[in-house]
């Protein structure tokens, strides 16, 4: 059962951070990345290769390159290699398009990239995928269930780092320039602002972020392949942000709680029902129907973005809810 | 109306234009929109920019604005190239456009809306964002105390925490003006600032612009309302199918038949 | 010579598939300006509605017909009661995206939890092959060929010399100004997503014959090779569609020579990257330019 908990917990965790990563994008940038689960493998691959060790010594998997390089240099490659790709699939998606058109071709990108990696054996051994991909933290001499939750504890750091970086980010006057493109391009334009460098900007953060997520889950579960990483997976993370709220930190993470919990209980919650194919489908139409329903009735989330006030520096030294307060009084 | 400063018009300004477009066409696949427009504005003048629909005015002002890039001539602003440069660069450069609709950041604040504007605020590349509030505050207070100033100037202070899509028409485009005011603009390009704007914000507006002369921000104004072109502009431009077909101020431009048959007979 | 040959008989059954296909998908934006990435997996519903029928013994060719039929009328219902609802809200480009993604997931699965993730084969003659110099035909391939090249011809016809036609290039130029000029526009939107839904199906059908069997993954590559066709030609170009299928059915197969098998898609995906960093409005620039889609 401890065991259970563990995987749950990494899992949330893992989807709070990518979901973060798509909400810098899709959620205040309103960049439509499509293609936002190639970073999250992106990263795990190169975390896999970065660790697994020169290809020769791994007799029964093929990949194109190898290195033994101990923990955190992974993760830290992983994640510039995200942010390479990401300016990478912007410069080619992101120029002179009309927005769903951009989006449309970074689906393009994320289902070709599956299939070349799918076909292409010798770079990461094709459709099978990596597998005993070394963990991290071997040399604390662990007992299994302890080494899961320190897994588990360091992911939990790296999830609070994160935030803070997003906090920062989004609550500074960065955040509102990457908010008024959103809102509005031309007049975005208008006042100076170079709207190609913010995005490709945004692609570059959430990219890495998305691969430092897969980093992390490869080191985890110790093995990936192309069907953890299809096209729709990318909406399982659009969900968790519709669903939660654009925009705002907390109703993300609360929106990849949720999603991630549908996804782990969905699957002990239905087994009964019939073939396991099933119960992926069930989970993905619920997923597709989600979405719909959240456009339709709540299309900004569980938690909205919310309104940001403005106090100058005289009035933040009174009490915070002696602000507020006053605030209300005023109307 | 309250008494408005209306310079005489004179012989235009010896000085250096402070705008100069030059011989500007713009084709859309056979029609020409703008057909070899020239025309100058002086550093803190106001010249009207006047036609019929579908002179060209507003794609003379994408041109101008950079979103446009023209099929031939040249646009100089303060000595710089626009036509060869990034759409962004005219703001940057001191020169930024309103819009005729739709201009405004609908999900962010009036406040954030001015902020934005802001050019070159600390805090607004990645590392300064990473450095944390400590870094841009107290360069942000600044910036908010100046645009609680603006809108105060515009009656807008309590709209400050509103979000600008939840605004009426008119306040919007004083929203939009208050903004452009934030970037510390040289020259400002008006798309029709009074269209679809009641009275009395028309007439705030109108004494708005006429107090940005007196700061010394030139304007070019594209406008219907033709009283308020008369009681601001020194002078005027006149087009007509593309073409500049007069220019001069507006009781010279009133009085040539070409102008009153191309566009002012056609109204009223 | 003989292998480019062989490879462009090839060419002429894909591009043969790829246009209805295209016609399709440009049709509902031209109407609708929505880019629907559902449909790849309308039409790939439609394939296996006839295979249902095949396996329930109706001919190959009524099948595919019943297919067409069942695509245009699921294609018109989706429009009108799930993708027009969503605009009259004023859902955004963005939005609308969304949307279709999130239909496309649940026609996608809903088809692998009726008929699983295996393929199903299409009952197909065993009949002889034709021979045209080096390049041979089954005769499912003529019939396929001959079908693309008519709903081709159809679809010309139907813009070029009737009033619906007329409408319907009017809807797609200006909406708004059609329907002030008294032309019926929610009609012709509605007739056009049925038409499209209809060639979508169709194609799904011939795309099956064609490898003999569809499974549920099927839409995703193909709606990669329609969209390449559909910006190669110019986005919302119907005339551009055409050409963009019969470019991209042709490279797809003649690429085969050079690359692998296993890399041949990669040409149609080379081709759309390559036309948007060129000419992102493709080559027939009107539309994009209209519609702002690219500049």
Not at chain 1, 213 to 227: H, K, M, R, T
Not at chain 3, 249 to 277: D, H, K, M, Q, T
Request: hydrophobic share 50%.
């Amino acid at each position: 059962m401890s065991y259970y908990f563990t995987v749950m917990a990494m899992y949330i965790l893992i989807g709070i951070i990518a979901a973060w990563g798509l909400n810098l994008q899709f959620g205040e940038t309103g960049v439509l990345n499509f293609a936002y689960v190639l970073f999250v493998a992106a990263g795990a691959y190169t975390t896999a290769v970065l660790t697994l060790g020169h290809p020769s010594a791994s007799g029964t998997q093929q990949y194109f390159w190898g290195a033994h390089l101990p923990f955190p240099i992974p993760w830290i490659v992983s994640m510039a290699v995200g942010a390479v790709l990401g300016v990478a699939v912007g410069l080619v998606s992101l120029r002179r398009l009309r927005g769903d058109y951009q989006a449309m071709v970074m689906l393009v990108v994320s289902l070709i990239a599956t299939y070349l990696v799918s076909a292409n054996v010798g770079f990461l051994n094709g459709e099978t995928g990596l597998a005993l991909i070394p963990q991290p933290f071997g040399n604390l001499h662990l007992s299994e269930l302890n080494y899961r939750w320190f897994f588990v504890a360091v992911t939990a750091v790296v999830t609070l780092l994160v935030f803070e970086v997003m906090r920062r980010i989004t609550g500074s006057p960065l955040g509102r320039v990457l908010r008024a493109v959103r809102e509005n391009e031309a007049a975005a334009v208008a006042l100076g602002t170079n709207v190609v460098k913010m995005r490709l900007l945004t692609m570059a953060v959430g990219g890495a972020v998305a691969a430092l997520s897969g980093a992390i889950e490869v080191q985890f579960i110790g093995a990936w392949a192309p069907a953890g990483w299809t096209y729709p997976e990318t909406f399982g993370l659009f969900a968790a942000v519709l669903v939660g709220g654009r925009g705002n930190l907390g109703g993300v993470a609360l929106g990849a709680f949720l999603v991630q919990g549908l996804f782990l209980e969905g699957t002990v919650l239905l087994p009964s029902i019939g073939n396991p194919d099933l119960v992926g489908a069930v989970q993905w139409i619920t997923m597709g129907v989600m979405i719909m329903l959240f456009m339709w009735f709540r299309p900004r989330g569980v938690l909205p973005e919310r309104r940001r006030r403005f106090t100058t520096e005289a009035r933040t030294r009174l009490p915070l809810l002696l602000v507020r307060a006053q605030r209300d009084a005023r109307g | 109306m309250t008494e408005i400063d209306r310079p005489t018009a004179g012989a235009p300004s010896r000085t250096a234009p402070l705008l100069a477009v030059d011989d500007v066409s713009v084709a859309f696949g056979g029609v020409r929109a703008v057909d070899h427009l020239s025309f100058d504005v002086a550093p803190g003048s106001i010249v009207g920019l006047i036609g019929p629909n579908g002179a060209g005015k507003s794609t003379a002002l994408k041109v101008i604005g950079g979103e446009v890039k023209p099929t031939s001539g040249r646009v100089r602003f303060d000595g710089a190239d626009l036509v060869g440069a990034a759409p962004y660069e005219a703001a940057r450069r001191g020169l930024v456009r309103t819009f005729q609709l739709g201009g405004e950041f609908a999900r962010l604040t009036v406040m954030e809306n001015l902020l934005v504007a802001v050019p070159g605020q600390k805090g607004e590349t990645l590392l300064g964002a990473l450095a944390g509030r400590r870094w841009w505050r107290a360069s942000q207070d600044a910036e908010v105390r100046k645009a609680r100033d603006i809108l105060g100037g515009l009656q807008l202070r309590d709209k400050e925490d509103a979000y600008a899509g939840d605004l009426s028409g008119g306040q919007r485009k004083l929203v939009e003006i208050a903004r452009a005011l934030m970037a510390r603009p040289k020259m400002l390009l008006l798309d029709e600032p009074m269209a679809g704007v009641n009275r009395s914000l028309a007439r705030r507006i109108e004494e708005t612009l006429a107090r940005l002369r007196s700061d010394g921000i030139a304007l070019l104004l594209v406008e219907h309302e033709l009283g308020s072109v008369e009681r601001l502009c020194e002078r005027v431009v006149v087009m007509a199918n593309g073409s500049k077909i007069a220019e001069g101020d507006m009781t010279e431009v009133r009085s040539r038949d070409d102008v009153l048959s191309a566009y002012l007979g056609r109204r009223k | 010579m003989n292998q480019v040959l062989s490879s462009l008989g090839f060419g002429i059954v894909t591009a043969s598939i790829l246009l209805p296909a295209a016609i399709g998908f440009t049709l509902q934006f031209s109407a609708t300006n929505v880019l629907n990435i559902g449909f790849g997996s309308q039409m790939t519903l439609a394939a296996f509605i006839g295979y249902v029928c095949t396996s329930h013994g109706v001919g190959l060719w009524y099948a595919l017909l019943l297919a067409g039929v069942f695509g245009g009328v699921t294609s018109l219902l989706l429009n009108r009661f799930l993708l027009t609802p969503f605009m009259r809200r004023g859902t955004t480009f963005f939005g609308m995206i969304v949307i279709t993604i999130a239909l496309s997931l649940v026609l996608e699965y809903t088809i692998e939890a009726i008929w699983g993730p295996q393929s199903v084969f299409y009952p197909l003659s065993t009949g002889g092959t034709v021979h045209l110099g080096s390049m041979s035909f089954t005769g499912e391939q003529l019939v396929i060929i001959g079908i693309g090249v008519a709903l081709a011809l159809a679809t010309h016809a139907l813009l070029r010399y009737t009033r619906t036609g007329k409408a319907m290039r009017a809807v797609a130029g200006n909406a708004p100004l059609a329907r002030a000029s008294g032309v019926p526009a929610q009609r012709i939107v509605d007739l056009a997503w049925m038409l499209s839904g209809f060639m979508g199906g169709a194609a799904g059908v011939m795309l099956g014959i064609s490898l003999s069997s569809v499974s549920f993954t099927m839409g995703d590559t193909l709606l990669v090779e329609i969209i390449a066709a559909a910006v190669l030609g110019g986005v919302g170009q119907v005339y551009g569609a055409m050409l963009g299928s019969v470019v991209i059915g042709v490279l797809l197969e003649e690429s085969a020579i050079v690359l692998s098998g296993a890399y041949a898609p990669i040409s149609a995906f080379a081709v759309l990257i390559i036309v948007l960093l060129i000419r992102p409005t493709g080559l027939f620039a009107g539309t994009a330019k209209a519609k702002g889609v690219a500049a």
